[in-house]
C-alpha cells in the first residue's frame, strides 16, 4: 500500500518565518532519491536549494512558483512506498530528517548525499538519511488502510466497489491515498465528494466565493483548474447581455482615456524586499544617525592600482578601487574601535570587535542585500580584492549562503558605479557605521599652489552617535581619507 510522507517547507536559516517558491525541480509522479535537490525558494536573504529527505515518487506539489509559504507549511506530499512492498514499520528514508529539514533549514539546504544508511524496521536493510540526520526507529505503526468506494465529480461512483488490490471486472487498480482527492466517509457510513484542487486552486475559490463542491473539474484525473474557478465565478448571462452584441452596432471613434488604475502596476512586497524595508525603517528610528562627508584627492590610490595590475600577485584579480577603500576602513578601524562595535540595548553594553566582518551592500534584482566578508582586516590586497568580487557576483546570482547575510560588524555601500558623489546611507542594523564611496572624477585641485586636474572621489560616513562620538566618527574618516589619498600612510597604522 502506498505511503505519502509530507515535506514542510524549513526554516532556511535565523528564523526566518516564510520563504517565496522560486522554482521546481520535480514534478508530479518524478522519481527521487534521498538529497536530491527538489525546490529552489527565496527567502528574506538569499536564495537556497533544498534537498529531499526521502527516496520515492512525488505525488503532488502543493505550492506554486511565486508562492509565499511559512514556514512548516506543506509545500509537497511523496509516496515513500509507491510498488506498497515496504514491510509493515518500514520507513523510507528518515523520520529525523523531516524534522531536522524543518529545524535546521540552511544545513539541509548545502547537504549532499552522505552515503550511509539506517536500520529499516526488522528487513535489515540499509536506506539513504538526509545529510546531518540520525535514522530514526521505527514505530512499527502500521497505516490504516482506506475503504470507501473513489468516486468521480458531483459524487457518481465509478462503477467498482472493489479493492486496488483486485479490481472488478478485471480493471486497473485505482489509487485511494492521493492527498485532497475524491471522497471522503462520514462517521455514519455515507460518502461525501471532496473536490479535487490544490491549495492555491482552493485560495482562488475562497477569494472569489466559488463553491468547490459545484465545479466540475477539467483538469487530468478531474482536477478542478484556476480556469474551471474563474469560469464558475463568472455571472450567468442574461437576455440583456445575450442581445448585446446586436446594440454594438456602430464601433466608437474615439476610446476614453484609460482611468490611473488601469495605468498601474501593483507588485507584492515580499522577500529582500520586505526585509529590507524592515530593517532600514528600524535603524532609522532605533540608531540616531550622523553623517560627515569628505572630498579626497585619491590620484595616487590610482596611480598605485595601476602599478599593482603589473605585478604576478595580482594576475587574474580584479583590483577596483573599492578594494582599496575597504583594505582603508580596515586599517582605519584600528585607531577608532567604535565604528565597529555593537550597542547591545538588552544588556546595556557596548561590545567591541577585534575582527572586521565587512558588509558590502550590493543591489540585485530582487532588492538590496549585504553579504559580509569574514575576517577582512586579516587579508592581503589581493585577498580582500578577490573576495569582494566573488561575494558581489554570488550576490547578484542569488547564490549567496544564509550564513554570509548576518553578523557584520561595519559596512562600505560602492555608490560611485552608478555615478553618484555620495549620499546619506542608513547603517546596519546591529551595526554602528557605514561608509559611502562615491564615484571618482576628474576635477581640478589645488596642488602646491597650482591648479591641476587630479582625481577626486567623495566619501560619507554615517554613524550611530549613541556609541560613535562626533570626534570618533571624523577621525575616522580622515584616517579613510588620508589612507586614500597618500597609500603609504599605511605603514604608520
Not at 536549494?49 to 509537497?76: D, F, K
Not at 471613434?253 to 526585509?275: F, H, L, N, W, Y
Not at 562615491?438 to 550611530?464: H, N, T, Y
Request: negative net charge; proline residues 8%; charged residues 20%.
Amino acid at each position: 500500500m502506498s505511503e505519502l510522507k509530507s515535506f514542510p517547507l524549513p526554516d532556511a536559516g535565523e528564523g526566518l518565518t516564510e520563504a517565496e517558491i522560486l522554482n521546481w525541480h520535480v514534478a508530479a509522479g518524478d522519481q527521487v532519491e534521498v538529497n536530491q535537490i527538489i525546490v529552489e525558494i527565496e527567502t528574506a536573504k538569499a536564495a537556497v536549494e533544498l534537498p529531499c529527505p526521502w527516496a520515492g515518487v512525488v505525488a503532488e506539489l502543493l505550492a506554486e512558483p511565486g508562492q509565499t509559504v511559512e514556514v512548516g507549511t506543506p509545500i509537497l506530499t511523496i509516496d515513500v512506498d509507491p510498488d506498497g512492498s515496504a514491510p509493515p514499520g518500514s520507513q523510507n528514508g528518515t523520520a529525523a530528517g523531516a524534522a531536522g529539514a524543518s529545524q535546521a533549514g540552511a544545513a539541509a539546504a548545502s547537504a549532499e548525499a552522505s552515503g550511509e544508511g539506517g536500520g529499516d524496521g526488522d528487513s535489515g536493510e540499509q536506506v539513504a538519511t538526509l545529510v546531518g540526520y540520525g535514522p530514526a526507529k521505527s514505530t512499527g505503526v502500521k497505516r490504516r488502510p482506506r475503504t470507501d468506494t473513489p468516486k468521480g465529480p458531483r459524487g457518481a461512483t465509478n462503477g467498482s466497489s472493489a479493492s486496488p488490490e483486485a479490481p472488478a471486472d478485471g480493471g486497473a487498480a485505482t489509487s485511494t491515498t492521493a492527498p485532497t482527492r475524491g471522497e471522503s466517509t462520514e462517521p455514519d457510513g455515507t460518502v461525501e465528494y471532496v473536490p479535487l484542487a490544490k491549495p492555491p486552486v482552493r485560495k482562488l475559490a475562497k477569494e472569489l466565493g466559488v463553491d468547490l463542491r459545484q465545479v466540475i473539474g477539467h483538469g487530468e484525473g478531474g482536477v478542478i483548474t484556476r480556469e474551471d474557478v474563474r469560469r464558475a465565478a463568472e455571472p450567468a448571462p442574461t437576455q440583456a447581455s445575450q442581445a448585446a452584441p446586436a446594440a454594438q452596432a456602430a464601433p466608437a471613434t474615439q476610446q476614453a482615456p484609460a482611468g490611473d488604475a488601469e495605468r498601474e502596476r501593483r507588485v507584492p512586497i515580499r522577500s529582500v524586499r520586505k526585509a529590507t524595508a524592515k530593517a532600514m525603517v528600524s535603524s532609522a528610528f532605533t540608531a540616531p544617525h550622523v553623517t560627515e562627508f569628505l572630498t579626497v584627492d585619491v590620484t595616487p590610490m590610482m596611480e598605485l592600482r595601476n602599478r599593482l595590475k603589473n605585478q604576478p600577485a595580482y594576475t587574474g584579480v580584479k583590483l577596483t578601487p573599492l578594494a582599496f577603500a575597504a583594505k582603508a576602513m580596515c586599517l582605519a578601524v584600528k585607531r577608532t574601535p567604535e565604528v565597529n562595535a555593537t550597542w547591545d540595548e538588552e544588556s546595556e553594553e557596548i561590545v567591541y570587535k577585534d575582527y572586521v566582518h565587512l558588509g558590502v551592500a550590493a543591489a540585485t534584482q530582487r532588492g538590496l542585500v549585504v553579504p559580509k566578508v569574514r575576517d577582512a582586516d586579516s587579508m592581503t590586497l589581493a585577498e580582500l580584492a578577490a573576495a569582494l568580487d566573488d561575494l558581489t557576483e554570488a550576490a547578484r546570482s542569488g547564490t549567496t549562503s544564509p550564513s554570509d547575510m548576518v553578523n557584520g560588524t561595519i559596512t562600505i555601500t560602492n555608490v560611485g558605479v552608478f555615478g553618484v558623489d555620495t549620499g546619506t546611507p542608513i547603517i546596519n542594523p546591529g551595526e554602528s557605521a557605514i561608509l559611502a564611496f562615491g564615484a571618482i572624477r576628474d576635477m581640478p585641485w589645488v596642488v602646491d599652489g597650482e591648479l591641476v586636474p587630479r582625481k577626486i572621489c567623495q566619501l560619507s560616513l554615517s554613524f550611530d552617535h549613541r556609541l560613535v562620538d562626533g570626534q570618533q566618527g571624523s577621525q575616522f574618516l580622515a584616517d579613510v581619507g588620508a589612507l586614500l589619498s597618500d597609500p603609504a600612510v599605511a605603514m604608520t597604522f
